[in-house]
């Protein structure tokens, strides 16, 4: 990862945020820009040369930053160190930015309380505006983080599911996981039958999956710090009515959408051409959530499929396209793929097959 360039990329820019410097809490945030996965760190940047901020604990291991960024130790109350040192950190700096969306309350108190002549503004997306298209390096720890989970299902499915309760199943997830090089799951797995495969984000229970029903597993892995995830939709048995002709629809919706997905499309147009599909079916009502959204060193990040997200997609960024149709004391089926944005459409990184399999 090219750090030294995320860095001089943020500085430059701050120029169009109105501001001289800008405070970075977010950690997620500091890791994009440093590499940085401890548990207290921050970065001041300014277009004369950027700081990283740790305590004692850190400085060992955060040595190789020194190459591309100053680093200096400082208190573990990182906010009340910063609050008392712009002009040191942030020299001739007149109007500091923060991150508005991650800093809290309190914190923001504490610098406005101590920052003298300095005026701070609030500051959104600064950061996360370069995170939003992906470089090669992050497209490829995507996808191998994503090639985790083909393997995963295919032992899921090989195991069966019928008479195992959705608790054991996504415990399961996680040593598949792990056994096939991840270094743990993405988000709590999500494994739905039956009626709850209605609920979009339903918790595992400790119910025992029967024979003749359809059960909806969503997954992820994460590896480097990058994600992926994926969704598929299962049968234990015979398909129950109307179940099946619905896992028809959602293909239908869904391959649909990954043939629109290219560099010149909006987030909105996206979601309409999936969404349109399920409409005109008549499922309108049950299919309520965006088509999809970007993924990264965050499981949900920006670009958004949806209704609501006008943006234009690029190459480069990654994104799911995942519509369900969820009817309420029936079941749903939600199938869900992770995609590069190419230079003339998209790459499919989740590879495990669509047509739907029994897995009694």
Known sequence: MNYRARVERLAA??????????????????????????????????????????????????????EFIDVQQANQDLIRFVST???????????????????SYAAHALLAEA??????????????????????????????????????????????????TEFDVAWRVQEL????????????????SGAAGALPHAEPRREVIAPGSMVTIDIGAVLDGYHSDCTRTFA???????????????????LAGLDVVRPGVTGKDADAVVRDIITEAGHGEHFQHGTGHGVGLQIHEDPRLSVTYPATLEQGMVVTVEPGVYLPGVGGVRIEDLVVVTGDGCERLTGYPKELITAG
């Open 236 to 254: 234990t048995g015979p398909v129950p009515e109307p179940l099946g002709e619905v896992y028809e629809l959602v293909l239908r919706a869904q």
């Open 177 to 192: 996981v792990r056994e096939h090089g991840g270094d743990g799951v993405a988000f709590d797995s999500i494994v739905a």
């Open 85 to 103: 040192r712009w002009a040191e950190l942030a020299p001739g700096a007149a109007r500091v930015g923060f991150e508005s969306v991650h800093l």
């Open 115 to 164: 920052s003298g002549d300095v005026e701070l503004v609030g500051v959104s997306g600064a950061v996360e505006g370069l995170r939003i298209v992906k470089d090669d390096d992050e497209i490829e720890a995507i996808r191998r983080a994503a090639a985790i989970l083909e393997p995963v299902y295919a032992q899921l499915v090989g195991d069966g599911l019928a008479g195992r």
């Open 13 to 66: 820019g701050l120029a169009g945020h109105e501001i001289d410097a800008l405070l970075i809490t977010d950690l997620t945030n500091v890791r994009y820009l440093t590499g940085y996965t401890g548990s207290n760190g921050a970065v001041v940047a300014t277009p004369s040369g950027s700081v990283f901020l740790t305590d004692f604990r850190y400085l060992e291991r955060v040595a190789p930053l020194r």
